[in-house]
C-alpha cells in the first residue's frame, strides 16, 4: 500500500519562501514519477511540476523560475522550494506518486500553503 506524507506548509507573505516534502512508503521509489500539484480556491487542480527518476524535470509556466522540485531517491521524498512567493499561489498542494509502469495514481492528503499580506 503507497503512503504519501507531506509536511512544510504553512502561512507566508509574498516574496517569501517555503519548502515543500513529501515522503512515499510502501513500494520501491523508483517506480514513481513524482510530482506538485494545487488546487487554489474555487478552482480546479493544476499541475505545479514533475520530476522523473532520472531527475528530468516539468514546470508550469506559472512557477518556471520561482519553484523548484527536486528528489532525494535514497530517502524516498520529493521537494518543492518555492521562492518568490505570490498572493496566487495560495492553494492546497499535493504530491502525486505515478507509477511509471501502469500510469496508477497516488495522492499525498494536502498541505495548505497561504500567501497574505
Known amino acids: 500500500q503507497v503512503q504519501l506524507v507531506e509536511s512544510g506548509g504553512g502561512l507566508v507573505q509574498p516574496g517569501e519562501s517555503l519548502t515543500l516534502s513529501c515522503t512515499l512508503s510502501?513500494?520501491?521509489?523508483?517506480?514513481?514519477?513524482m510530482g506538485w500539484y494545487r488546487q487554489p480556491p474555487g478552482n480546479q487542480r493544476e499541475l505545479v511540476a514533475t520530476?522523473?527518476?532520472?531527475?528530468?524535470?516539468n514546470y508550469a509556466d506559472s512557477v518556471r523560475g520561482r519553484f523548484t522540485i527536486s528528489r532525494d531517491n535514497r530517502r524516498n521524498t520529493v521537494y518543492l522550494q518555492m521562492n518568490s512567493l505570490e498572493l496566487r499561489d495560495t492553494a492546497v498542494y499535493y504530491c502525486?506518486?505515478?507509477?511509471?509502469?501502469?500510469?496508477?495514481?497516488?495522492w499525498g492528503q494536502g498541505t495548505q500553503v497561504t500567501v497574505s499580506t
Open positions: 502525486l506518486a505515478r507509477n511509471r509502469y501502469t500510469n496508477k495514481d497516488h
Open positions: 510502501g513500494n520501491i521509489f523508483s517506480t514513481y514519477i
Open positions: 520530476i522523473q527518476f532520472t531527475l528530468a524535470t
